[in-house]
Protein backbone atom coordinates (compact mmCIF):
# COMPACT_ATOMS: atom_id res chain seq x y z
CA UNK A 1 0.00 0.00 0.00
CA UNK A 2 1.52 3.48 -1.03
CA UNK A 3 1.27 6.62 0.76
CA UNK A 4 1.26 9.44 -1.38
CA UNK A 5 -0.63 12.42 0.07
CA UNK A 6 -0.39 15.47 -1.51
CA UNK A 7 -3.18 17.91 -1.30
CA UNK A 8 -4.82 21.29 -2.19
CA UNK A 9 -8.20 21.34 -0.12
CA UNK A 10 -7.35 18.77 2.91
CA UNK A 11 -10.76 16.16 3.40
CA UNK A 12 -10.27 15.56 7.14
CA UNK A 13 -14.21 14.80 7.87
CA UNK A 14 -13.57 11.33 6.86
CA UNK A 15 -10.30 10.74 9.05
CA UNK A 16 -12.32 12.52 11.87
CA UNK A 17 -15.12 10.14 11.82
CA UNK A 18 -14.42 6.65 10.02
CA UNK A 19 -12.67 5.57 13.43
CA UNK A 20 -16.29 5.37 14.97
CA UNK A 21 -17.20 1.82 14.40
CA UNK A 22 -21.06 3.16 15.52
CA UNK A 23 -20.16 5.71 12.11
CA UNK A 24 -19.94 2.70 9.68
CA UNK A 25 -23.94 2.20 9.38
CA UNK A 26 -24.69 5.69 8.67
CA UNK A 27 -21.85 5.93 6.26
CA UNK A 28 -23.47 2.48 4.62
CA UNK A 29 -26.69 4.38 5.03
CA UNK A 30 -25.81 7.02 2.91
CA UNK A 31 -23.57 4.97 0.39
CA UNK A 32 -25.24 2.31 -0.22
CA UNK A 33 -24.28 -1.71 0.17
CA UNK A 34 -22.82 -3.55 -2.94
CA UNK A 35 -26.87 -3.91 -4.49
CA UNK A 36 -27.34 -0.33 -4.83
CA UNK A 37 -28.72 0.98 -8.03
CA UNK A 38 -26.03 3.10 -8.97
CA UNK A 39 -23.12 0.54 -8.28
CA UNK A 40 -25.03 -2.31 -10.10
CA UNK A 41 -25.65 0.20 -12.63
CA UNK A 42 -21.49 1.04 -13.18
CA UNK A 43 -20.61 -2.86 -12.85
CA UNK A 44 -23.00 -3.38 -15.58
CA UNK A 45 -21.37 -1.00 -17.61
CA UNK A 46 -18.19 -2.17 -16.82
CA UNK A 47 -19.53 -5.19 -18.18
CA UNK A 48 -20.87 -3.82 -21.40
CA UNK A 49 -17.58 -1.88 -22.30
CA UNK A 50 -15.02 -4.88 -21.19
CA UNK A 51 -13.51 -2.77 -18.82
CA UNK A 52 -10.46 -4.72 -16.99
CA UNK A 53 -8.30 -1.78 -15.62
CA UNK A 54 -10.22 0.24 -13.12
CA UNK A 55 -9.43 3.00 -10.07
CA UNK A 56 -12.01 3.42 -7.76
CA UNK A 57 -11.56 7.06 -7.05
CA UNK A 58 -12.30 7.96 -3.46
CA UNK A 59 -13.98 4.01 -3.26
CA UNK A 60 -14.94 3.92 0.44
CA UNK A 61 -15.72 0.36 1.37
CA UNK A 62 -14.93 -0.84 -2.01
CA UNK A 63 -18.40 -2.38 -2.20
CA UNK A 64 -17.77 -2.95 -5.86
CA UNK A 65 -14.30 -4.75 -5.91
CA UNK A 66 -15.55 -8.18 -4.96
CA UNK A 67 -18.28 -8.83 -7.46
CA UNK A 68 -16.13 -7.23 -9.98
CA UNK A 69 -13.62 -9.71 -9.81
CA UNK A 70 -15.95 -12.24 -9.09
CA UNK A 71 -17.93 -11.35 -12.45
CA UNK A 72 -14.75 -11.56 -14.05
CA UNK A 73 -11.30 -12.40 -12.48
CA UNK A 74 -9.24 -10.07 -15.29
CA UNK A 75 -10.33 -7.67 -13.61
CA UNK A 76 -7.67 -5.14 -12.00
CA UNK A 77 -9.07 -2.99 -9.61
CA UNK A 78 -7.10 -0.37 -7.49
CA UNK A 79 -9.77 1.60 -4.98
CA UNK A 80 -7.92 4.90 -4.21
CA UNK A 81 -9.24 7.50 -0.68
CA UNK A 82 -7.87 10.00 1.65
CA UNK A 83 -9.14 7.86 4.34
CA UNK A 84 -6.32 6.30 6.46
CA UNK A 85 -9.23 3.93 7.93
CA UNK A 86 -10.56 3.04 4.83
CA UNK A 87 -7.14 2.33 3.86
CA UNK A 88 -6.28 0.18 6.48
CA UNK A 89 -9.66 -1.39 6.60
CA UNK A 90 -10.38 -2.43 2.69
CA UNK A 91 -6.50 -3.72 2.90
CA UNK A 92 -6.90 -6.07 5.65
CA UNK A 93 -10.07 -7.38 3.39
CA UNK A 94 -7.38 -7.79 0.13
CA UNK A 95 -8.49 -4.80 -1.74
CA UNK A 96 -5.54 -2.74 -3.38
CA UNK A 97 -5.12 0.57 -2.11
CA UNK A 98 -3.53 3.46 -2.58
CA UNK A 99 -3.53 6.37 0.21
CA UNK A 100 -4.42 9.79 -1.96
CA UNK A 101 -5.48 12.92 -2.41
CA UNK A 102 -8.00 12.45 -4.90
CA UNK A 103 -6.97 15.86 -7.05
CA UNK A 104 -3.61 15.11 -7.05
CA UNK A 105 -2.65 11.07 -7.62
CA UNK A 106 0.27 9.49 -8.18
CA UNK A 107 -0.26 7.35 -11.38
CA UNK A 108 1.42 9.04 -14.82
CA UNK A 109 -0.73 10.12 -17.46
CA UNK A 110 -3.09 7.77 -18.77
CA UNK A 111 -2.50 4.94 -16.88
CA UNK A 112 -6.37 3.30 -15.72
CA UNK A 113 -8.43 1.95 -18.64
CA UNK A 114 -11.58 3.56 -16.38
CA UNK A 115 -11.09 6.41 -13.75
CA UNK A 116 -14.44 6.25 -11.29
CA UNK A 117 -15.84 8.02 -8.65
CA UNK A 118 -19.37 8.04 -7.01
CA UNK A 119 -20.42 10.51 -4.73
CA UNK A 120 -17.22 12.41 -4.34
CA UNK A 121 -17.17 15.37 -6.70
CA UNK A 122 -19.97 17.11 -4.51
CA UNK A 123 -17.79 16.77 -1.20
CA UNK A 124 -14.75 18.66 -3.14
CA UNK A 125 -14.52 22.48 -3.53
CA UNK A 126 -14.77 22.28 -7.31
CA UNK A 127 -15.35 19.55 -9.47
CA UNK A 128 -12.82 21.07 -11.99
CA UNK A 129 -9.67 20.03 -10.11
CA UNK A 130 -10.70 16.27 -9.23
CA UNK A 131 -12.44 15.41 -13.13
CA UNK A 132 -9.53 17.31 -14.42
CA UNK A 133 -7.27 14.83 -12.21
CA UNK A 134 -8.98 11.72 -13.05
CA UNK A 135 -9.54 12.41 -17.19
CA UNK A 136 -5.47 12.70 -16.90
CA UNK A 137 -4.98 9.50 -14.97
CA UNK A 138 -7.39 7.67 -18.10
CA UNK A 139 -6.85 6.40 -21.15
CA UNK A 140 -10.46 5.47 -21.69
CA UNK A 141 -13.08 6.05 -19.93
CA UNK A 142 -13.79 8.32 -17.20
CA UNK A 143 -17.23 8.18 -14.86
CA UNK A 144 -18.88 10.09 -11.83
CA UNK A 145 -21.83 8.93 -10.10
CA UNK A 146 -23.38 11.97 -8.50
CA UNK A 147 -25.78 11.75 -5.60
CA UNK A 148 -26.85 15.70 -5.84
CA UNK A 149 -27.64 16.07 -9.43
CA UNK A 150 -26.40 19.15 -11.14
CA UNK A 151 -28.65 21.95 -12.36
CA UNK A 152 -29.25 24.08 -14.81
CA UNK A 153 -31.62 26.40 -11.97
CA UNK A 154 -29.93 29.19 -10.64
CA UNK A 155 -31.72 29.06 -7.58
CA UNK A 156 -30.47 25.52 -7.23
CA UNK A 157 -27.19 25.46 -7.83
CA UNK A 158 -25.01 25.95 -4.69
CA UNK A 159 -21.38 25.84 -3.42
CA UNK A 160 -22.61 24.61 -0.06
CA UNK A 161 -19.63 24.27 2.82
CA UNK A 162 -20.25 23.64 6.47
CA UNK A 163 -16.81 24.88 8.70
CA UNK A 164 -17.71 22.61 11.33
CA UNK A 165 -17.33 19.24 9.17
CA UNK A 166 -14.94 20.90 6.91
CA UNK A 167 -17.33 19.56 4.31
CA UNK A 168 -18.71 20.33 1.04
CA UNK A 169 -22.35 19.29 -0.70
CA UNK A 170 -22.64 21.02 -3.82
CA UNK A 171 -25.27 21.72 -6.32
CA UNK A 172 -23.19 22.13 -8.94
CA UNK A 173 -23.97 23.67 -12.55
CA UNK A 174 -24.41 21.45 -15.21
CA UNK A 175 -23.54 23.76 -17.84
CA UNK A 176 -20.40 24.69 -16.43
CA UNK A 177 -19.56 21.04 -16.46
CA UNK A 178 -20.39 20.27 -19.86
CA UNK A 179 -18.73 23.29 -21.07
CA UNK A 180 -15.45 21.94 -18.79
CA UNK A 181 -15.67 18.91 -21.08
CA UNK A 182 -16.15 20.34 -24.45
CA UNK A 183 -13.18 22.46 -23.46
CA UNK A 184 -11.10 19.80 -21.99
CA UNK A 185 -7.99 19.13 -25.05
CA UNK A 186 -8.16 15.32 -24.24
CA UNK A 187 -12.02 14.82 -23.59
CA UNK A 188 -13.44 13.04 -26.85
CA UNK A 189 -17.33 13.14 -25.87
CA UNK A 190 -19.63 12.62 -23.21
CA UNK A 191 -23.01 11.99 -22.05
CA UNK A 192 -25.69 11.80 -19.07
CA UNK A 193 -26.51 8.69 -17.79
CA UNK A 194 -29.84 9.38 -15.20
CA UNK A 195 -29.71 6.33 -13.19
CA UNK A 196 -32.80 7.18 -10.76
CA UNK A 197 -34.67 10.31 -9.16
CA UNK A 198 -31.51 11.18 -6.90
CA UNK A 199 -28.35 9.92 -8.81
CA UNK A 200 -27.20 10.13 -12.64
CA UNK A 201 -23.61 9.68 -14.35
CA UNK A 202 -21.27 11.75 -16.18
CA UNK A 203 -19.62 9.22 -18.85
CA UNK A 204 -16.30 10.54 -20.53
CA UNK A 205 -14.58 8.95 -23.44
CA UNK A 206 -10.95 10.51 -23.80
CA UNK A 207 -8.33 10.78 -26.41
CA UNK A 208 -6.40 7.45 -26.48
CA UNK A 209 -2.52 7.93 -27.12
Known amino acids: MENIMKKKFEQTYWNATMHQTDFHKQFV ?11 VFFRNLVEEKNIENILDVGCGFAADYKPLIEKNPNVKYVGLDSCVH ?3 RN ?3 GVPMILSDATEMPFDDSTYELVYSRHTFEHQPTFEHILDEMIRVSNNY ?3 TFFI ?3 TDSDVIEIKYTQHDNLHHNTYDRNEIEKFCSDHPKVRSFEWFDINKDEEMLFIKVETE
Do not use: N, T
Open 91 to 93: SSQ
Open 86 to 88: LID
Open 29 to 39: DWVGEADAESK
Open 149 to 151: KPS
Open 142 to 144: VAH
